[in-house]
């Protein structure tokens, strides 16, 4: 393992000011699941390490009147097992479950996930459907960026070298929104997504609205199938063939690369397929929560 220098950071703006004092040398750690590998294979790897997994501001899920607001350094686990997502975004547990295996969930955060911006991340897409949003601190101080403006390229967000998550939200018009999330990886358990996707949408007199399809896996970055989403908007819920037409739509709007774990081709089959079920299961949560 590569020598660094190692800070722990008791506040935000602790950890803020540790970022600025070191610049580009300097990197968040949470839960170190990502960024250990990168210590040990990376020459360009962070000298000084600042640890932010111990900061109460950024932990905890709680609802706020902004929405339901889960804390950066919150783990895979904790978002599994806690209530509040149970019951108003379940389709974040059902990515959550797909991390890794359970040592990975126990340490690995909901930021770490988002910030080392692969584009196979498991949470990506369903906060994506839900149209979340991150707050952030820098030394200038706090902005609000929503995902699709996070995330730049594979590995490449937008925050500058000081500046940390500090929340995720959900905008409270789409907390209890019907969503759907379904990965599909080489094995059931510790593999990447060959795709992911996730689908959120209303029901309103028989007819599917706002409804949001986000895919991972299958573009640089976490992406939304805006096309799909308009050729679906005011669709009846019965619809098969606008649904089918949908996905097929999403699967234009991807670009799969050809690479050791899948073929474009293949991943194109998949987007098809899991786009259809996404809508099809969030419909089934619509549906079921009348
Ligand atoms: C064996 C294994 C299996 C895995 N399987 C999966 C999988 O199936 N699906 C999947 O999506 N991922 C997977 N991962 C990746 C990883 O576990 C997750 O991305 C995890 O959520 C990263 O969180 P962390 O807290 O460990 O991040 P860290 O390693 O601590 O940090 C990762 C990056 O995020 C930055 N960062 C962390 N927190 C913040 C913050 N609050 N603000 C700004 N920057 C921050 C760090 O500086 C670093 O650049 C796997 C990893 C391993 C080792």
Redesign the pocket.
């Known amino acids: 393992l590569r020598p660094f220098e190692f800070v722990t950071a008791h506040s935000a703006e602790d950890a803020v000011a540790a970022l600025a004092q070191h610049g580009p040398d300097a ?12 210590i040990k294979h990376e020459t360009a790897a ?1 000298k000084v390490l600042v640890d ?2 111990r900061i109460p501001e ?1 932990r905890g899920i709680e609802m706020t009147g902004a929405g339901l607001r889960i804390g ?2 919150t ?2 686990t904790e978002i599994m097992e806690h209530p509040l997502i149970q019951k108003h975004a379940p389709a974040l547990i059902d990515a959550a479950h ?4 359970v ?3 126990n ?10 911006c ?1 584009p ?5 897409p369903a906060l994506m459907a839900l149209e979340a949003y991150v707050n ?1 601190l820098g030394v200038k101080g706090m902005r609000k960026l929503t995902l699709e403006e996070l995330f730049v390229g594979p590995r490449k ?1 937008a ?1 500058k070298p000081d ?4 929340d995720i939200v959900i905008p409270k018009e789409n907390v209890g929104k019907s969503a759907a999330f379904l ?1 599909f ?1 080489l094995r059931k358990g ?4 060959l795709v992911n996707a996730a689908v959120a949408l209303n029901v309103a007199g028989g007819k599917i609205t706002e409804p949001r399809i986000a895919l991972g896996a299958v573009a640089p970055v976490v992406m939304r199938a805006k096309k799909a989403e308009a050729a679906l908007e005011g669709k009846k819920t019965d619809d098969t063939a606008a649904i089918e037409k949908a996905a097929a739509i999403a699967v234009t709007e991807a670009k799969p690369i050809d690479d050791f774990r899948a073929s474009a081709e293949y991943r194109r089959h998949l987007i098809r397929v899991l786009t259809r079920r996404c809508i099809e299961a969030a419909l089934a949560g619509a549906a079921g929560k009348k």
Do not use: F, Y
């Open positions: 990197k968040p750690i949470a839960g170190c699941t990502d960024l250990l590998v990168d962070a932010i997994s950024i950066a350094a783990t895979h797909t991390v890794g295996a040592q990975t969930r340490l690995g955060t909901l930021a770490g996930n988002l910030v080392t692969v196979s991340m498991d949470s990506g952030v967000t925050l500046e940390i998550l500090l990965k990886g510790q593999a990447l997504a």
